[in-house]
Protein backbone atom coordinates (compact mmCIF):
# COMPACT_ATOMS: atom_id res chain seq x y z
CA UNK A 1 0.00 0.00 0.00
CA UNK A 2 1.25 3.48 -0.64
CA UNK A 3 3.22 4.02 -4.09
CA UNK A 4 6.47 5.89 -3.52
CA UNK A 5 8.72 7.24 -6.47
CA UNK A 6 11.96 8.96 -6.97
CA UNK A 7 13.67 10.17 -10.12
CA UNK A 8 16.68 12.04 -10.72
CA UNK A 9 18.14 12.94 -14.52
CA UNK A 10 17.70 15.47 -17.60
CA UNK A 11 14.18 14.50 -18.59
CA UNK A 12 10.99 16.11 -17.58
CA UNK A 13 10.70 15.28 -14.33
CA UNK A 14 7.37 16.88 -13.61
CA UNK A 15 6.09 14.84 -16.36
CA UNK A 16 7.47 11.61 -15.28
CA UNK A 17 6.78 11.69 -11.77
CA UNK A 18 2.85 12.35 -12.45
CA UNK A 19 2.97 9.45 -14.99
CA UNK A 20 4.63 7.24 -12.52
CA UNK A 21 2.70 8.31 -9.37
CA UNK A 22 -0.73 7.51 -11.99
CA UNK A 23 0.39 3.94 -12.57
CA UNK A 24 0.81 3.23 -8.72
CA UNK A 25 -2.77 4.56 -7.93
CA UNK A 26 -3.91 1.35 -7.42
CA UNK A 27 -1.51 0.81 -4.70
CA UNK A 28 -3.87 3.26 -2.43
CA UNK A 29 -5.39 7.24 -3.30
CA UNK A 30 -6.05 9.09 -0.29
CA UNK A 31 -3.66 11.56 -0.84
CA UNK A 32 -0.73 12.04 -3.19
CA UNK A 33 2.21 14.78 -3.04
CA UNK A 34 5.72 15.66 -5.17
CA UNK A 35 8.91 17.15 -4.14
CA UNK A 36 11.38 18.69 -6.75
CA UNK A 37 14.65 19.81 -6.09
CA UNK A 38 15.49 22.39 -8.77
CA UNK A 39 19.05 23.43 -7.40
CA UNK A 40 19.03 24.53 -4.04
CA UNK A 41 15.60 25.07 -3.13
CA UNK A 42 13.17 22.25 -2.74
CA UNK A 43 9.19 22.75 -3.83
CA UNK A 44 7.06 20.43 -2.35
CA UNK A 45 3.23 19.80 -3.17
CA UNK A 46 0.74 17.70 -1.92
CA UNK A 47 -2.58 17.33 -1.56
CA UNK A 48 -5.52 14.90 0.48
CA UNK A 49 -6.54 13.72 -3.07
CA UNK A 50 -6.00 11.86 -6.12
CA UNK A 51 -3.19 12.39 -8.29
CA UNK A 52 -5.33 13.96 -10.72
CA UNK A 53 -5.64 17.01 -8.32
CA UNK A 54 -2.30 17.17 -7.75
CA UNK A 55 -1.43 17.21 -11.30
CA UNK A 56 -3.60 20.53 -11.77
CA UNK A 57 -1.01 21.62 -8.54
CA UNK A 58 2.08 21.22 -10.12
CA UNK A 59 1.43 22.28 -13.71
CA UNK A 60 4.05 24.77 -14.49
CA UNK A 61 6.46 23.38 -12.06
CA UNK A 62 9.27 21.34 -11.46
CA UNK A 63 9.98 20.47 -15.55
CA UNK A 64 13.54 22.04 -15.13
CA UNK A 65 14.12 20.07 -11.74
CA UNK A 66 17.15 17.39 -12.40
CA UNK A 67 15.20 15.16 -9.46
CA UNK A 68 11.96 14.53 -7.69
CA UNK A 69 10.06 12.03 -5.00
CA UNK A 70 6.74 11.28 -5.17
CA UNK A 71 3.91 9.65 -3.31
CA UNK A 72 0.16 8.31 -3.59
CA UNK A 73 -1.03 7.60 0.20
CA UNK A 74 -3.46 4.66 1.28
CA UNK A 75 -4.12 5.85 4.91
CA UNK A 76 -3.34 3.57 7.86
CA UNK A 77 -1.76 6.04 10.72
CA UNK A 78 -3.74 9.30 10.66
CA UNK A 79 -6.03 10.46 9.01
CA UNK A 80 -6.51 11.54 5.29
CA UNK A 81 -5.63 15.02 5.61
CA UNK A 82 -2.97 17.55 4.16
CA UNK A 83 -1.02 17.23 6.73
CA UNK A 84 -0.79 13.66 6.55
CA UNK A 85 0.07 13.47 3.31
CA UNK A 86 3.52 12.81 1.86
CA UNK A 87 6.60 13.91 1.33
CA UNK A 88 7.34 15.26 4.84
CA UNK A 89 10.06 17.43 5.53
CA UNK A 90 12.01 18.31 8.82
CA UNK A 91 15.19 20.62 8.77
CA UNK A 92 17.51 19.35 5.70
CA UNK A 93 14.92 16.38 5.21
CA UNK A 94 12.67 15.69 2.69
CA UNK A 95 10.55 12.21 2.55
CA UNK A 96 8.29 9.61 1.59
CA UNK A 97 7.51 6.56 3.46
CA UNK A 98 5.46 3.40 2.37
CA UNK A 99 5.01 0.89 5.07
CA UNK A 100 4.32 1.21 8.99
CA UNK A 101 6.87 2.04 11.53
CA UNK A 102 5.42 0.78 14.51
CA UNK A 103 7.16 2.20 17.55
CA UNK A 104 6.50 5.93 15.58
CA UNK A 105 4.91 6.56 19.60
CA UNK A 106 7.43 5.42 22.03
CA UNK A 107 10.01 7.12 19.22
CA UNK A 108 8.62 10.34 19.55
CA UNK A 109 8.70 10.38 23.31
CA UNK A 110 12.07 8.86 23.74
CA UNK A 111 13.66 11.81 21.28
CA UNK A 112 11.25 14.33 22.37
CA UNK A 113 10.50 15.38 19.02
CA UNK A 114 6.53 15.94 19.65
CA UNK A 115 7.25 19.81 18.92
CA UNK A 116 8.50 18.94 15.67
CA UNK A 117 5.73 17.05 14.28
CA UNK A 118 3.11 18.63 11.85
CA UNK A 119 1.36 15.47 11.00
CA UNK A 120 -0.41 12.36 13.43
CA UNK A 121 1.13 10.00 11.62
CA UNK A 122 4.09 7.09 11.77
CA UNK A 123 5.78 8.85 8.36
CA UNK A 124 7.05 12.33 9.72
CA UNK A 125 8.64 10.70 12.70
CA UNK A 126 11.08 8.99 10.18
CA UNK A 127 11.54 12.41 8.67
CA UNK A 128 12.07 14.21 11.92
CA UNK A 129 15.11 11.47 13.27
CA UNK A 130 16.42 11.58 10.14
CA UNK A 131 17.18 15.22 10.07
CA UNK A 132 18.37 14.68 14.33
CA UNK A 133 21.27 12.08 13.20
CA UNK A 134 21.97 14.42 9.59
CA UNK A 135 25.72 15.86 10.26
CA UNK A 136 26.27 16.00 6.63
CA UNK A 137 26.42 12.14 5.95
CA UNK A 138 23.71 10.96 4.56
CA UNK A 139 25.18 7.44 4.90
CA UNK A 140 25.39 7.25 8.49
CA UNK A 141 22.25 9.27 9.25
CA UNK A 142 20.35 6.37 7.11
CA UNK A 143 21.70 3.91 9.03
CA UNK A 144 21.68 5.36 12.36
CA UNK A 145 18.07 6.08 12.00
CA UNK A 146 16.97 2.93 10.62
CA UNK A 147 18.13 0.87 13.37
CA UNK A 148 15.66 2.50 15.92
CA UNK A 149 12.48 1.61 13.32
CA UNK A 150 10.68 -1.12 14.19
CA UNK A 151 8.27 -2.16 11.33
CA UNK A 152 7.97 -2.49 8.23
CA UNK A 153 9.69 0.86 5.50
CA UNK A 154 10.40 1.54 2.05
CA UNK A 155 11.70 5.12 2.53
CA UNK A 156 12.65 7.54 -0.24
CA UNK A 157 14.84 11.17 1.06
CA UNK A 158 16.35 14.03 -0.42
CA UNK A 159 18.55 16.30 1.77
CA UNK A 160 17.91 20.17 0.91
CA UNK A 161 22.10 20.30 0.99
CA UNK A 162 22.78 17.54 -1.86
CA UNK A 163 20.71 18.57 -4.70
CA UNK A 164 19.85 16.06 -7.32
CA UNK A 165 20.58 13.18 -4.76
CA UNK A 166 18.33 10.54 -3.69
CA UNK A 167 18.50 8.10 -1.37
CA UNK A 168 16.14 4.95 -0.70
CA UNK A 169 16.55 2.00 2.09
CA UNK A 170 13.86 -0.67 2.66
CA UNK A 171 12.38 -3.20 4.76
CA UNK A 172 9.64 -5.62 3.34
CA UNK A 173 8.40 -2.80 1.27
CA UNK A 174 9.68 -2.90 -1.80
CA UNK A 175 11.60 -1.13 -4.15
CA UNK A 176 12.33 -1.32 -7.71
CA UNK A 177 15.24 0.44 -9.61
CA UNK A 178 15.48 1.09 -13.19
CA UNK A 179 18.39 3.50 -15.29
CA UNK A 180 17.37 4.97 -18.61
CA UNK A 181 18.87 7.28 -21.16
CA UNK A 182 17.99 10.18 -19.60
CA UNK A 183 17.90 9.22 -15.78
CA UNK A 184 17.45 6.87 -12.78
CA UNK A 185 13.89 6.20 -11.79
CA UNK A 186 12.69 4.04 -8.54
CA UNK A 187 9.24 2.96 -7.60
CA UNK A 188 7.11 0.91 -5.15
CA UNK A 189 6.70 -1.79 -8.44
CA UNK A 190 7.27 -2.64 -12.01
CA UNK A 191 4.46 -0.70 -13.10
CA UNK A 192 5.29 2.31 -12.33
CA UNK A 193 8.71 1.57 -14.28
CA UNK A 194 7.27 -0.01 -17.66
CA UNK A 195 6.65 3.39 -19.91
CA UNK A 196 10.49 3.42 -19.66
CA UNK A 197 12.59 0.61 -18.95
CA UNK A 198 13.43 -3.04 -19.87
CA UNK A 199 16.35 -4.06 -17.09
CA UNK A 200 15.44 -3.54 -13.40
CA UNK A 201 16.42 -4.68 -10.15
CA UNK A 202 14.71 -5.19 -6.84
CA UNK A 203 17.06 -3.11 -4.12
CA UNK A 204 18.37 -5.46 -1.52
CA UNK A 205 16.75 -5.22 2.23
CA UNK A 206 18.19 -2.86 4.68
CA UNK A 207 20.32 -1.50 1.83
CA UNK A 208 21.26 1.88 0.72
CA UNK A 209 20.93 2.78 -2.27
CA UNK A 210 22.41 6.31 -4.24
CA UNK A 211 20.92 8.27 -7.21
CA UNK A 212 22.37 11.00 -8.74
CA UNK A 213 22.88 12.39 -11.96
CA UNK A 214 26.34 10.52 -12.04
CA UNK A 215 26.30 7.54 -9.91
CA UNK A 216 24.02 4.61 -8.71
CA UNK A 217 25.32 2.88 -6.20
CA UNK A 218 24.00 0.85 -3.56
CA UNK A 219 26.02 -0.57 0.10
CA UNK A 220 24.78 -2.10 3.55
CA UNK A 221 25.04 -0.57 6.80
CA UNK A 222 28.62 -1.22 7.07
CA UNK A 223 29.35 0.32 4.19
CA UNK A 224 30.27 -2.12 1.87
CA UNK A 225 28.99 -1.38 -2.04
CA UNK A 226 26.40 -3.86 -3.20
CA UNK A 227 26.06 -5.12 -6.81
CA UNK A 228 22.78 -4.86 -8.25
CA UNK A 229 20.78 -7.99 -9.99
CA UNK A 230 19.47 -6.89 -12.94
CA UNK A 231 15.98 -8.51 -14.29
CA UNK A 232 14.67 -8.76 -17.75
CA UNK A 233 10.33 -6.67 -17.62
CA UNK A 234 8.29 -9.19 -19.32
CA UNK A 235 5.69 -6.60 -20.00
CA UNK A 236 5.68 -2.80 -21.35
CA UNK A 237 3.20 0.00 -21.48
CA UNK A 238 1.54 -1.06 -23.65
CA UNK A 239 0.18 -3.89 -21.82
CA UNK A 240 -1.10 -1.14 -18.93
CA UNK A 241 -3.38 0.57 -21.53
CA UNK A 242 -6.94 0.50 -21.18
CA UNK A 243 -7.14 -0.72 -25.25
CA UNK A 244 -10.46 1.31 -25.45
CA UNK A 245 -11.94 -0.39 -22.53
CA UNK A 246 -13.50 2.40 -20.13
CA UNK A 247 -12.24 0.79 -16.68
CA UNK A 248 -9.57 -1.64 -16.07
CA UNK A 249 -11.44 -3.76 -14.50
CA UNK A 250 -13.69 -4.55 -18.12
CA UNK A 251 -10.08 -4.84 -19.98
CA UNK A 252 -9.15 -7.73 -17.45
CA UNK A 253 -12.49 -9.16 -17.24
CA UNK A 254 -11.79 -9.13 -21.50
CA UNK A 255 -8.48 -10.26 -21.20
CA UNK A 256 -9.63 -13.76 -19.00
CA UNK A 257 -9.54 -15.71 -21.52
CA UNK A 258 -6.85 -15.23 -22.94
CA UNK A 259 -4.90 -15.52 -19.81
CA UNK A 260 -6.42 -17.99 -19.34
CA UNK A 261 -5.14 -19.92 -22.11
CA UNK A 262 -1.91 -17.92 -21.72
CA UNK A 263 -1.51 -19.95 -18.29
CA UNK A 264 -2.69 -23.38 -19.93
CA UNK A 265 -0.40 -23.52 -21.93
CA UNK A 266 2.31 -22.73 -19.64
CA UNK A 267 1.81 -25.45 -16.92
CA UNK A 268 -0.07 -28.62 -19.28
CA UNK A 269 1.94 -29.87 -22.02
CA UNK A 270 0.88 -32.57 -24.11
CA UNK A 271 -2.65 -32.85 -22.18
CA UNK A 272 -1.25 -33.57 -18.77
CA UNK A 273 0.08 -30.85 -16.22
CA UNK A 274 3.45 -30.24 -16.38
CA UNK A 275 5.83 -28.61 -13.93
CA UNK A 276 9.09 -29.92 -14.09
CA UNK A 277 10.50 -26.37 -15.68
CA UNK A 278 9.20 -25.06 -12.41
CA UNK A 279 11.26 -27.55 -10.46
CA UNK A 280 8.52 -29.50 -9.43
CA UNK A 281 9.26 -33.21 -10.54
CA UNK A 282 8.41 -36.63 -9.55
CA UNK A 283 9.99 -36.25 -6.12
CA UNK A 284 8.16 -33.24 -5.01
CA UNK A 285 4.80 -34.71 -5.42
CA UNK A 286 5.79 -37.88 -3.81
CA UNK A 287 7.33 -36.16 -0.62
CA UNK A 288 4.20 -34.18 0.46
CA UNK A 289 1.07 -35.60 1.56
CA UNK A 290 -0.47 -32.58 3.03
CA UNK A 291 -0.88 -29.58 1.54
CA UNK A 292 -1.50 -26.14 3.69
CA UNK A 293 -2.65 -23.21 1.89
CA UNK A 294 -2.95 -19.40 2.82
CA UNK A 295 -3.71 -16.60 1.22
CA UNK A 296 -6.33 -13.61 1.27
CA UNK A 297 -9.30 -12.30 -0.52
CA UNK A 298 -10.17 -13.55 -3.52
CA UNK A 299 -6.83 -15.47 -3.41
CA UNK A 300 -8.19 -17.01 -0.11
CA UNK A 301 -11.04 -18.11 -2.15
CA UNK A 302 -9.12 -19.41 -5.05
CA UNK A 303 -7.57 -21.79 -2.08
CA UNK A 304 -11.22 -23.09 -0.58
CA UNK A 305 -12.66 -24.09 -3.65
CA UNK A 306 -9.38 -25.92 -4.73
CA UNK A 307 -9.30 -27.92 -1.14
CA UNK A 308 -11.92 -29.79 -3.26
CA UNK A 309 -10.29 -30.50 -5.86
CA UNK A 310 -7.13 -31.65 -4.00
CA UNK A 311 -8.91 -33.71 -1.85
CA UNK A 312 -11.53 -35.74 -4.83
CA UNK A 313 -8.90 -36.34 -7.37
CA UNK A 314 -5.24 -36.03 -5.77
CA UNK A 315 -6.57 -37.70 -2.39
CA UNK A 316 -4.02 -35.30 -0.36
CA UNK A 317 -5.48 -33.62 3.02
CA UNK A 318 -5.55 -29.63 2.31
CA UNK A 319 -6.40 -27.44 5.02
CA UNK A 320 -6.62 -23.89 4.12
CA UNK A 321 -5.94 -20.74 5.92
CA UNK A 322 -6.57 -17.06 5.75
CA UNK A 323 -2.88 -15.95 6.05
CA UNK A 324 -3.59 -12.83 8.30
CA UNK A 325 -4.73 -15.83 10.97
CA UNK A 326 -2.51 -18.42 9.88
CA UNK A 327 0.04 -17.06 12.44
CA UNK A 328 -2.65 -17.22 15.57
CA UNK A 329 -3.88 -20.57 14.47
CA UNK A 330 -0.33 -22.09 13.82
CA UNK A 331 -1.87 -25.07 12.55
CA UNK A 332 0.21 -28.45 13.29
CA UNK A 333 2.27 -28.98 10.07
CA UNK A 334 2.89 -32.89 8.96
CA UNK A 335 6.38 -32.85 8.32
CA UNK A 336 5.40 -33.94 4.85
CA UNK A 337 3.65 -30.54 4.03
CA UNK A 338 3.96 -28.47 1.87
CA UNK A 339 2.88 -24.84 2.32
CA UNK A 340 1.09 -23.21 -1.05
CA UNK A 341 0.87 -19.11 -0.96
CA UNK A 342 -1.28 -17.58 -3.35
CA UNK A 343 -0.81 -13.86 -4.36
CA UNK A 344 -1.88 -12.02 -6.95
CA UNK A 345 0.30 -9.11 -5.85
CA UNK A 346 3.19 -11.16 -4.17
CA UNK A 347 3.72 -8.45 -1.92
CA UNK A 348 0.59 -8.93 0.74
CA UNK A 349 2.07 -8.85 4.04
CA UNK A 350 -0.14 -11.44 6.02
CA UNK A 351 0.62 -13.69 3.02
CA UNK A 352 4.18 -12.93 3.18
CA UNK A 353 4.06 -13.37 7.00
CA UNK A 354 2.52 -17.21 6.64
CA UNK A 355 4.89 -17.68 4.40
CA UNK A 356 8.04 -16.85 6.41
CA UNK A 357 6.21 -18.81 9.07
CA UNK A 358 6.26 -21.83 7.54
CA UNK A 359 9.85 -21.60 6.22
CA UNK A 360 11.14 -21.14 9.66
CA UNK A 361 9.29 -24.19 10.79
CA UNK A 362 11.10 -26.10 8.07
CA UNK A 363 8.21 -26.64 5.52
CA UNK A 364 9.00 -26.80 1.80
CA UNK A 365 7.13 -23.74 0.22
CA UNK A 366 5.35 -23.06 -3.21
CA UNK A 367 3.68 -19.79 -3.82
CA UNK A 368 1.25 -18.89 -6.76
CA UNK A 369 2.01 -15.08 -7.85
CA UNK A 370 0.82 -13.33 -10.91
CA UNK A 371 3.74 -9.96 -9.94
CA UNK A 372 7.19 -11.37 -11.34
CA UNK A 373 10.03 -10.49 -8.73
CA UNK A 374 7.90 -9.89 -6.07
CA UNK A 375 8.96 -10.46 -2.72
CA UNK A 376 6.90 -13.49 -2.37
CA UNK A 377 7.76 -15.00 -5.79
CA UNK A 378 11.67 -14.53 -4.38
CA UNK A 379 11.45 -15.68 -0.86
CA UNK A 380 9.36 -19.11 -2.01
CA UNK A 381 11.13 -22.39 -2.43
CA UNK A 382 9.48 -22.76 -5.82
CA UNK A 383 7.10 -20.33 -7.94
CA UNK A 384 4.58 -21.00 -10.39
CA UNK A 385 3.41 -17.74 -12.01
CA UNK A 386 -0.30 -17.10 -12.87
CA UNK A 387 0.67 -15.39 -16.49
CA UNK A 388 -2.33 -13.26 -16.37
CA UNK A 389 -0.68 -10.27 -17.07
CA UNK A 390 -0.59 -7.07 -15.22
CA UNK A 391 -3.80 -6.25 -13.11
CA UNK A 392 -4.71 -3.44 -12.51
CA UNK A 393 -8.21 -2.58 -11.43
CA UNK A 394 -8.53 -2.84 -7.46
CA UNK A 395 -11.07 -6.04 -7.87
CA UNK A 396 -9.13 -9.24 -8.94
CA UNK A 397 -10.65 -11.35 -11.68
CA UNK A 398 -8.49 -12.28 -14.36
CA UNK A 399 -5.91 -13.22 -11.39
CA UNK A 400 -8.53 -15.88 -9.57
CA UNK A 401 -9.05 -17.42 -13.06
CA UNK A 402 -5.43 -18.11 -13.40
CA UNK A 403 -5.15 -19.23 -9.86
CA UNK A 404 -7.88 -21.56 -9.85
CA UNK A 405 -6.47 -22.99 -13.20
CA UNK A 406 -2.99 -23.56 -11.48
CA UNK A 407 -4.26 -25.31 -8.36
CA UNK A 408 -6.27 -27.60 -10.67
CA UNK A 409 -3.55 -28.35 -12.83
CA UNK A 410 -1.67 -29.03 -9.19
CA UNK A 411 -4.23 -31.26 -8.42
CA UNK A 412 -3.96 -33.06 -11.43
CA UNK A 413 -0.08 -33.44 -11.03
CA UNK A 414 -0.48 -34.85 -7.54
CA UNK A 415 -2.69 -37.42 -9.04
CA UNK A 416 -0.90 -37.99 -11.92
CA UNK A 417 2.48 -38.72 -9.99
CA UNK A 418 1.02 -40.61 -7.39
CA UNK A 419 -2.19 -41.94 -7.88
CA UNK A 420 -3.65 -42.49 -11.45
CA UNK A 421 -2.81 -43.47 -15.16
CA UNK A 422 -3.49 -39.79 -15.99
CA UNK A 423 -6.50 -40.78 -18.50
CA UNK A 424 -9.65 -39.02 -16.77
CA UNK A 425 -6.90 -36.25 -16.03
CA UNK A 426 -6.16 -35.78 -19.28
CA UNK A 427 -9.93 -35.65 -19.78
CA UNK A 428 -10.51 -32.99 -17.80
CA UNK A 429 -8.00 -31.00 -18.80
CA UNK A 430 -9.00 -31.53 -22.35
CA UNK A 431 -12.23 -29.77 -20.85
CA UNK A 432 -10.50 -27.00 -19.44
CA UNK A 433 -9.06 -25.98 -22.57
CA UNK A 434 -12.86 -25.18 -23.56
CA UNK A 435 -13.18 -22.61 -20.55
CA UNK A 436 -11.10 -19.34 -22.80
CA UNK A 437 -13.67 -19.44 -25.69
CA UNK A 438 -16.56 -19.71 -23.04
CA UNK A 439 -15.11 -17.27 -20.52
CA UNK A 440 -15.11 -14.82 -23.99
CA UNK A 441 -18.35 -15.96 -25.03
CA UNK A 442 -19.56 -14.63 -21.39
CA UNK A 443 -18.48 -11.40 -22.21
CA UNK A 444 -19.51 -11.09 -25.36
CA UNK A 445 -23.35 -11.64 -23.45
CA UNK A 446 -22.35 -8.67 -20.96
CA UNK A 447 -25.28 -6.82 -21.83
CA UNK A 448 -27.44 -9.27 -19.80
CA UNK A 449 -25.75 -8.52 -16.62
CA UNK A 450 -25.78 -4.90 -17.35
CA UNK A 451 -29.49 -5.23 -17.45
CA UNK A 452 -29.66 -7.02 -14.33
CA UNK A 453 -27.22 -4.80 -12.66
CA UNK A 454 -29.47 -1.86 -13.42
CA UNK A 455 -32.52 -3.82 -11.98
CA UNK A 456 -30.57 -4.56 -8.51
CA UNK A 457 -28.36 -1.18 -8.22
CA UNK A 458 -30.44 0.13 -5.64
CA UNK A 459 -30.64 -2.28 -3.22
CA UNK A 460 -29.32 -2.75 0.20
CA UNK A 461 -28.26 -6.05 0.80
CA UNK A 462 -28.47 -9.08 -1.73
CA UNK A 463 -28.21 -12.91 -0.77
CA UNK A 464 -26.48 -15.29 -2.38
CA UNK A 465 -27.18 -19.33 -1.82
CA UNK A 466 -25.45 -22.56 -2.85
CA UNK A 467 -24.01 -25.50 -2.00
CA UNK A 468 -20.56 -27.24 -2.49
CA UNK A 469 -18.65 -25.44 -5.00
CA UNK A 470 -21.22 -23.67 -5.83
CA UNK A 471 -20.89 -21.76 -2.01
CA UNK A 472 -17.06 -20.86 -2.96
CA UNK A 473 -17.97 -19.12 -6.53
CA UNK A 474 -20.50 -17.20 -4.44
CA UNK A 475 -18.21 -16.50 -2.37
CA UNK A 476 -15.91 -14.79 -4.61
CA UNK A 477 -18.92 -13.27 -6.05
CA UNK A 478 -20.20 -11.55 -3.16
CA UNK A 479 -16.57 -10.57 -2.24
CA UNK A 480 -17.06 -8.70 -5.78
CA UNK A 481 -20.06 -7.08 -5.50
CA UNK A 482 -19.28 -5.56 -2.09
CA UNK A 483 -16.18 -4.13 -2.87
CA UNK A 484 -16.94 -2.36 -5.90
CA UNK A 485 -20.69 -1.93 -5.51
CA UNK A 486 -20.76 -1.48 -1.94
CA UNK A 487 -24.06 -3.39 -1.87
CA UNK A 488 -23.84 -5.61 1.06
CA UNK A 489 -23.74 -9.42 -0.48
CA UNK A 490 -23.18 -12.35 1.48
CA UNK A 491 -22.55 -15.85 0.48
CA UNK A 492 -24.58 -18.43 2.21
CA UNK A 493 -23.73 -22.29 1.78
CA UNK A 494 -27.74 -23.01 1.23
CA UNK A 495 -27.79 -25.69 3.84
CA UNK A 496 -27.00 -23.46 6.32
CA UNK A 497 -29.67 -20.87 5.76
CA UNK A 498 -32.39 -22.44 8.53
CA UNK A 499 -29.52 -22.36 11.16
CA UNK A 500 -30.07 -18.85 11.24
CA UNK A 501 -29.06 -16.21 8.05
CA UNK A 502 -33.09 -17.40 6.60
CA UNK A 503 -34.18 -14.95 9.01
CA UNK A 504 -33.43 -11.97 7.73
CA UNK A 505 -35.53 -13.06 4.33
CA UNK A 506 -38.47 -10.84 3.43
CA UNK A 507 -40.76 -9.60 0.81
CA UNK A 508 -38.49 -8.97 -2.29
CA UNK A 509 -35.33 -9.86 -1.15
CA UNK A 510 -33.13 -10.23 -3.71
CA UNK A 511 -31.24 -14.10 -3.43
CA UNK A 512 -28.93 -14.76 -6.52
CA UNK A 513 -28.60 -18.79 -6.07
CA UNK A 514 -25.77 -20.58 -7.91
CA UNK A 515 -26.45 -24.09 -9.31
CA UNK A 516 -24.10 -25.78 -11.27
CA UNK A 517 -23.78 -29.20 -9.50
CA UNK A 518 -26.33 -31.70 -11.42
CA UNK A 519 -26.24 -33.93 -8.21
CA UNK A 520 -27.24 -30.82 -6.41
CA UNK A 521 -30.10 -29.79 -8.54
CA UNK A 522 -33.01 -31.46 -6.15
CA UNK A 523 -31.54 -30.01 -2.80
CA UNK A 524 -30.89 -26.67 -4.10
CA UNK A 525 -34.38 -26.75 -6.05
CA UNK A 526 -35.38 -26.53 -2.21
CA UNK A 527 -33.90 -24.39 -0.76
CA UNK A 528 -34.76 -22.20 -3.54
CA UNK A 529 -38.19 -23.08 -2.40
CA UNK A 530 -37.68 -22.35 1.03
CA UNK A 531 -36.61 -18.18 0.50
CA UNK A 532 -39.29 -17.77 -1.97
CA UNK A 533 -41.50 -19.04 0.56
CA UNK A 534 -40.58 -15.91 2.90
CA UNK A 535 -41.07 -13.89 0.13
CA UNK A 536 -37.75 -14.02 -1.47
CA UNK A 537 -37.26 -12.62 -5.21
CA UNK A 538 -34.55 -15.01 -7.16
CA UNK A 539 -32.19 -14.89 -9.44
CA UNK A 540 -31.16 -18.35 -10.15
CA UNK A 541 -27.84 -18.85 -11.90
CA UNK A 542 -28.27 -22.07 -13.88
CA UNK A 543 -26.14 -24.88 -15.42
CA UNK A 544 -27.19 -24.76 -19.10
CA UNK A 545 -27.63 -28.33 -19.73
CA UNK A 546 -29.76 -28.49 -16.04
CA UNK A 547 -31.77 -25.60 -16.77
CA UNK A 548 -34.60 -27.92 -18.32
CA UNK A 549 -34.84 -29.91 -15.03
CA UNK A 550 -35.64 -26.68 -12.92
CA UNK A 551 -39.15 -25.76 -13.44
CA UNK A 552 -39.49 -22.95 -10.78
CA UNK A 553 -40.96 -19.70 -11.76
CA UNK A 554 -37.95 -17.32 -10.98
CA UNK A 555 -35.65 -15.72 -13.20
CA UNK A 556 -33.32 -18.07 -14.30
CA UNK A 557 -29.95 -17.44 -16.00
CA UNK A 558 -27.66 -19.99 -18.19
CA UNK A 559 -23.88 -20.59 -17.30
CA UNK A 560 -22.70 -22.32 -20.13
CA UNK A 561 -21.90 -26.27 -20.00
CA UNK A 562 -18.44 -27.51 -18.23
CA UNK A 563 -18.09 -30.46 -16.30
CA UNK A 564 -19.42 -29.72 -12.79
CA UNK A 565 -15.91 -29.16 -11.36
CA UNK A 566 -15.14 -26.86 -14.29
CA UNK A 567 -17.70 -25.11 -13.58
CA UNK A 568 -16.56 -21.86 -11.73
CA UNK A 569 -14.26 -21.27 -14.96
CA UNK A 570 -17.71 -20.27 -16.71
CA UNK A 571 -20.27 -19.41 -13.66
CA UNK A 572 -17.19 -16.70 -12.24
CA UNK A 573 -16.55 -13.91 -14.93
CA UNK A 574 -20.71 -13.46 -14.76
CA UNK A 575 -20.40 -12.63 -11.10
CA UNK A 576 -17.81 -10.23 -11.86
CA UNK A 577 -19.43 -8.80 -14.76
CA UNK A 578 -22.92 -8.29 -12.51
CA UNK A 579 -20.53 -6.32 -10.06
CA UNK A 580 -18.93 -4.74 -12.46
CA UNK A 581 -22.09 -3.01 -14.10
CA UNK A 582 -23.62 -2.46 -10.50
CA UNK A 583 -20.51 -0.25 -10.17
CA UNK A 584 -21.20 1.68 -13.29
CA UNK A 585 -24.87 1.60 -12.74
CA UNK A 586 -24.18 3.51 -9.26
CA UNK A 587 -21.59 5.86 -10.73
CA UNK A 588 -18.96 4.47 -8.26
CA UNK A 589 -15.19 4.52 -8.79
CA UNK A 590 -14.85 1.07 -10.37
CA UNK A 591 -11.15 0.85 -10.57
CA UNK A 592 -11.03 2.23 -7.32
CA UNK A 593 -12.91 1.84 -4.96
CA UNK A 594 -13.05 3.25 -1.68
CA UNK A 595 -10.47 2.81 1.37
CA UNK A 596 -9.18 0.01 -0.92
CA UNK A 597 -5.79 -0.73 -2.54
CA UNK A 598 -4.34 -2.96 -4.96
CA UNK A 599 -1.24 -3.99 -2.81
CA UNK A 600 -1.52 -4.63 0.75
CA UNK A 601 1.39 -3.88 2.53
CA UNK A 602 0.14 -3.31 6.29
CA UNK A 603 -0.99 -6.12 8.46
C1 LIG B 1 -10.53 -8.62 -4.19
C2 LIG B 1 -9.10 -8.50 -4.08
C3 LIG B 1 -8.46 -8.74 -2.77
C4 LIG B 1 -7.14 -9.50 -2.97
C5 LIG B 1 -6.41 -9.65 -1.63
C6 LIG B 1 -5.16 -10.47 -1.77
O1 LIG B 1 -10.97 -8.38 -5.48
O2 LIG B 1 -8.44 -8.19 -5.03
O3 LIG B 1 -9.30 -9.43 -1.90
O4 LIG B 1 -7.44 -10.75 -3.51
O5 LIG B 1 -6.08 -8.38 -1.16
O6 LIG B 1 -4.29 -9.91 -2.68
P1 LIG B 1 -3.12 -10.75 -3.34
O7 LIG B 1 -3.72 -11.80 -4.17
O8 LIG B 1 -2.35 -9.74 -4.12
O9 LIG B 1 -2.32 -11.32 -2.20
Redesign the pocket.
Known amino acids: MCGIIGYVGTGNTADILMRSLKLLEYRGYDSSGVAFCSGKSMEVFKCPDRVSVLEDLVKGHGENAKSGIGHTRWATHGSVSFKNSHPHQAGKVTLVHNGIIENYKELIQTYHIENRLLSTGDSEVAAVLLDEHYKGDPYAAISETVELLQGTYALVMMFSDRPDEIYAIRKVSPIVVSEQENGKLLASDLNALSTVCREYFVLPEKTILKMSLSELSLKDLSGKDIKPEYEQMDFGFEDLDKKGHPFYMEKEIAEEGTALRRCLASYAADGLPSFEDEGLDHGFFCRHKHIVIC ?5 YHAGLLSKRIFEKYAGISTEVYLSSEFIYERPLMEEDSVLVV ?4 GE ?1 ID ?1 LEALRCGRKEGKESLAIVNVKGSSIAREADHVLYMEAGPEIA ?3 TK ?1 YTCQLAILYLLAFAFAKETKQDGEDIAKLIEEMRKAPDLIEAVYEERETYHDLAKRLKDQKSVFMIGRSLDYYILMEAA ?2 MK ?1 ISYIHCEAYASGELKHGPIALIEKDTPVIACLSQKDLLAKESSNIKEVRARGAKVFCFIKESIRKDFVQKVEVFALKDLPDDLMVFSAIPVFQLLAYYLAIEKGVSVDKPRNLAK ?2 TVE
Open positions: ACGTSISQSTTVASALKEVV
